[in-house]
């Protein structure tokens, strides 16, 4: 067998943390890069800023500072206990938040540029046939941003899968729980079981072969792809 059960639980982790995460990632990037894209606030570069820090910061900083925030003795902490949540580190919850924030410019950086490629002509031909804000947002900035919607679910998904440093500082490696691909992976290769260790390895190269294609396949049918991301991925 390819892969044992502990590591097939992890599999379905994976896949379920990614999923969520990556829905998440729509819900909440999308009015923030819609802002971004029209917006002409003195405020547009440092909240620009805010957005695309987790692509220079280590994920161990962002993990570090996560701990503090959601544990026992942190602002989130508190109130999730006040709420009878609990905590969140070391649970899925807490590994889909950490993923949310280290993934966020994944998702926000494509949607910008896809709006901002649209330019102001269509939203005002709109106007003019007296569309609301609304009925213009829907009808023709979503389905004008297309590609950018995407890349952005691509990319987001495709990062969750691969991240590592965020994911083991606020969930650990418990099996079932929080132990996602990349944390059995090192396991594997610290209990020097290189064998399974390879076959993660190599579904994860393969994975990521399949997604970039992917992008670019999807890319070239529905238009030019929406720009890069900026700062380092």
Known sequence: MWLD??????????????????VLLLLLGTPIAWWLARTRSRLKGAVAAVVALPLVLPPTVIGFYLLMLMGPHGPVGAFTQAMGWGLL??????????????????????????????????????????????DRFLTVALPLARPGFLTASVLGFAHTVGEFGVVLMIGGNIPGATRVLSVALYG???????????????????FGFAVMLLLYLLNGRVGPAPGRLEGRA
Do not use: C
């Open 89 to 134: 580190p070391f649970t899925f919850w807490g590994l889909v938040v950490g993923s949310v924030l280290h993934s966020f410019p994944f998702v926000v950086q494509p949607l910008q540029q896809a709006f901002e490629a649209i330019g102001n002509r269509p939203m005002e031909v709109a106007a003019t046939l007296r569309a609301s804000p609304w």
């Open 5 to 22: 059960a502990d590591d097939l639980q992890a599999l379905k982790l994976t896949a379920g943390l990614a999923a969520l995460t990556t």
């Open 188 to 206: 594997h290769v610290e209990a020097m079981d290189y064998g399974k260790a390879n076959v993660l390895a190599a579904g994860m190269v393969g």
